[in-house]
């Protein structure tokens, strides 16, 4: 199943602006439907676009592209979207970012509510704490025990400040009592190599970037953060056993600039909600130790509105603030 997993993520992590798209007439080309996403190639965001997009284009017989725009935790490709025409034709997959740094900058520049059209959600994600090899400990306690009796000498990967990880990895920090240097990346993938090749000790990262990695000595999983634990780590407990309430995840979903037109809103959900309930989707996101999460749009904008006060009050309670 590992080997299935590898195979997997290796086939959907190509370059950047790649195109997923059908044998389609010539004249369709010019109806290109753009997914930007803001983290670089090989993320989980990125990861689900590609998934996502190429069932899409079959669906609509149309030409899918992937444009990545990372950088400033998911704001950039944010900013570009709120920006373009509400044609259809550009669409944001965000991630659980959009509705933290409502909170987290003070300077946004767009409003995650009014600047988009929310489409639907399109997976929850949890997360794993996973430490480099070579650290003198092998468990969460191990972990806390160490880093209070060095403070500020352990790192923290940050895949994307702004994201649920980058929270995640406060959140850790304020409950178990410890002080943890936050090292930012624009994005997952690039944070995890660094992790697996020693420069950084720590990271929370998705179980879907993880799991490819199991085995290989370069990491070592020491807590999910799931509320219970996954049977696609076997022996991995929860971070709740070691800090009691800790629960994180992430959510990933589709957008489109504000005022799309309610025909091409029903057009764009109805095809995405059929790449989320296709089997094999269902079947590769119970593999990832994630859930396929469909909602109709009315829904997930309210889901949208809840989340940004959801994690307004943990942002409060860490004082966490980007420019």
């Known amino acids: 199943m590992l080997t299935h997993r590898r195979a997997f993520l290796g086939a959907l992590c190509v370059c950047a602006g790649a195109m997923l798209a059908p044998a389609v007439p010539a004249q369709a080309q010019d109806r290109a439907l753009t997914i930007v996403v803001g983290s670089p190639a090989g993320g989980t965001t990125d990861t689900l676009a590609r998934v996502i997009g190429q069932s899409m284009a079959k669906t609509l017989n149309r030409t899918v592209v992937i444009e990545n725009r990372a950088g400033a935790g998911g704001n950039i490709a944010a900013t570009y979207v709120a920006r373009s025409r509400p044609d259809g034709n550009t669409l944001l997959m ?18 995650p509510v009014a600047d988009f059209t929310p489409i639907t959600m399109v997976a929850r994600v949890p997360s794993v704490l996973i430490a480099r090899k070579g650290l003198p400990f092998g468990d969460t306690a191990g972990l806390i025990e160490h880093a209070k009796q060095n403070p500020g000498k352990l790192t923290f990967a940050i895949g994307a400040q702004g994201s649920s990880l980058h929270l995640a990895s406060e959140q850790f920090e304020h ?5 943890i240097l936050n090292v930012p990346y624009k994005g997952t993938s690039p944070a995890l190599q660094d992790v697996m090749a020693g420069t950084v000790d720590l990271m929370f990262a998705s179980t879907v970037n993880v799991l490819p990695h199991l085995g290989n000595d370069l990491v070592k999983p020491l807590g999910v953060s799931s509320a ?95 420019e």
Request: no cysteine; glycine share 8%.
């Open 94 to 111: 965000s991630f659980t970012g959009h509705t933290i740094n409502a909170t987290l900058y003070k300077n946004l520049g767009f409003d």
């Open 175 to 179: 409950m178990a009592g410890v002080d």
């Open 228 to 322: 219970q634990p996954l049977p696609q780590f076997p022996g991995v407990p929860t971070l709740a056993d070691t800090v009691p309430g800790f629960e994180s995840s992430a959510w990933f979903g589709l957008f489109a600039p504000a005022g799309l037109p309610q025909a091409t809103l029903d057009e764009l959900y109805g095809a995405i909600e059929q790449a989320i309930q296709d089997p094999a989707y269902q079947e590769r996101m119970k593999h990832e130790a994630a859930t396929a999460a469909p909602m109709p749009p009315a829904e997930f904008a309210e889901f949208v509105k809840a989340d940004i006060e959801h994690w307004a009050k943990i942002i409060e309670v860490s004082g966490t603030t980007l």
